[in-house]
């Protein structure tokens, strides 16, 4: 899968920041997202349709980590942004610390690519979370892949 190098968001995210959101959302991001983030942070995929629920995707960009995404001009594309104007939307666990599904790209049309840790704190699956049909404590996904490497394989070539 290729991104449009001229649409990563800099500064990369570090191994701290890292670290910091994880601890944050109280869940341990897949590696092979955190290397995608580490080159890819932000960007939009040059290849970015893929079919799910009988419907075809496209990703219009990926979600970024940025320290301070309010000191930068795209920080309304960084991962924390986004969940604080959807979060009580992601869970059906009002008392929950951390996050159940973390958003990662933007879809057209209002939807998200998320990566659900709902079954597993640390082997999260691919999900499409669909804003239309979720409401407060009431989210709507589905099911798009077993891993965050096998999603980037269902990217059209």
């Not at 929950?96 to 209002?110: C, E, M, N, S």
């Not at 939807?111 to 709902?118: G, I, P, S, T």
């Not at 079954?119 to 077993?146: F, I, Q, T």
């Amino acid at each position: 899968m290729k991104v449009d190098p001229n649409t990563i968001i800099l500064p990369l995210p570090t191994e701290d920041l890292f670290q910091r959101k994880e601890g944050f959302w109280r869940i341990k991001l897949p590696n092979d997202f955190v290397s995608f983030l580490e080159v890819n942070n932000g960007g939009r995929p040059i290849n970015s349709s893929f079919k799910c629920n009988n419907h075809d995707y496209a990703i219009d960009r990926f979600l970024c980590l940025l320290k301070t995404p309010r000191d930068n001009q795209l920080g309304m594309y960084e991962i924390d942004v986004t969940l604080t104007q959807i979060e009580d939307r992601l869970t059906d666990n009002e008392d929950l610390i951390g996050v159940d599904i973390l958003p990662i790209a933007i879809l057209f049309a209002g939807d998200f690519l998320c990566l659900d840790f709902r079954e597993s704190r640390n082997n999260p699956k691919v999900c499409v979370w669909d804003h239309e049909n979720s409401g407060e404590l009431d989210p709507v996904s589905y099911h798009v892949a077993d891993s965050f490497e096998e999603f980037l394989t269902m990217l059209s070539e």
